[in-house]
Each structure stands twice: as C-alpha cells, then as structure tokens.
C-alpha cells in the first residue's frame, strides 16, 4: 500500500479509500446550501417575496374572476347553447363531465338506464337547451335526479347542456321512449 491510496478500512479484502471528492460535486453541494438559506430567509423569514403556494393561489383567484367576468360577458340563451355545440372543446370537456357524474344514470352513450334516453326525440323535460341547463341544476328530487348545480357549478353545468344538445337526434338504442316528441323534424 502506498501512501497515497490512504485506506482507512479493509473488510472482506475490500479495501475503502479516502479520496477528495470533485470540485464541481462540492460547488454543487454548497451552492444548494446557499441558494436553501437564501430561500428561507427571502420566503419564510422577511416575506419579501410571495411564498409559492400565495403566488398559486392568487394566480387561481385571477383565472376565476377571468372566467366568471367571459362567463358574465356570454349571456346564457338557447340560441348561445346551440352555438356552443359547434365549439369541439366545449362539447369534449361536457362529456368529461357526463361520463363522471351522468352516466351512472344515462350510461356511456346517453342512451338510459335508470335516467331517460337523452339521445332520442322524446324528452320529458322539454328539450330547450335552457331546459336542460335548468334540469340539471336544479335535478328532479321526485324522479330520483339530484340537483349538480351546487356541486358543477355554473360553467360545467353548461358544459353537460352542451354535450347533451350535441348528442341530441343520435338514437342510441337503449331506454324505450319516454315522455314527449319534441323535435319531430329530427333538427
């Protein structure tokens, strides 16, 4: 053994050597101390600056004031709703939303289980796209559907309104007709 390998502990003939370690692992190591002090004192101690988790949060309340102020600025009509249907992202996030909360009752297709048919000409409700933005907010307790406005709140309630009168005259097969026909041109 030299003098240079400088081995501190053999076990099991294998020999373990103090060796310096690299220059730019050192630099980085106590670059990460530094710049670690440097954050705890400018977010946690003085407050200079806003903490992440303030700056998000922030950030979230000014994306919902910006969608409550566009959502305010649409006015909610029949003639908007039917609109929308042509808006491939707006029909895309009401089916998200459908196949989360909706297709316990209406199955994957719209086309009824314990809920009525939603892609046939037969509505019970009225097939108005104000209609059913009603129907869904407000639910029918008596038929055994829960109100969801509370809990979708306004935008995707209109995004489910949406995916539903997109859907509308497809003809699934499933649920017999119930209810009323509503739209007899099939338009």
Not at 14 to 43: H, K, Q
Not at 107 to 130: F, R, V
Not at 148 to 170: M, P
Request: charged share 20%.
């Amino acid at each position: 053994m030299s003098e240079n390998n400088r081995v501190h502990h053999v076990y099991d003939g294998i020999e373990e050597e103090d060796n310096r370690l690299p220059n730019w692992w050192l630099a980085i190591l106590i670059g990460t101390i530094v710049f670690s002090f440097g954050y705890w004192f400018v977010y946690e101690t003085t407050q200079k600056l806003p903490s992440p988790l303030v700056a998000y949060e922030a950030e979230k309340a000014a994306n919902a004031a910006a969608q409550a102020k566009l959502a305010a600025d649409t006015p909610l009509g029949d003639d908007s709703l039917w609109a929308m249907t042509k808006d491939a992202d707006m029909v895309a996030a009401g089916k998200k939303v459908f196949s989360q909360i909706c297709v316990s009752c209406h199955l994957d297709k719209a086309q009824g289980s314990i809920g009525p048919n939603l892609t046939d000409k037969y509505w019970i409700h009225g097939y108005e796209p104000m209609k059913i933005i009603e129907a869904v907010t407000n639910g029918f307790p008596e038929k055994g559907m829960e109100a969801w406005g509370a809990r979708l709140g306004a935008e995707r309630v209109k995004q489910v309104a949406v995916f539903v009168l997109s859907i509308r005259n497809t003809n699934e097969s499933g649920k017999a007709p119930e209810g009323d026909i509503i739209d007899p041109a099939g338009n």
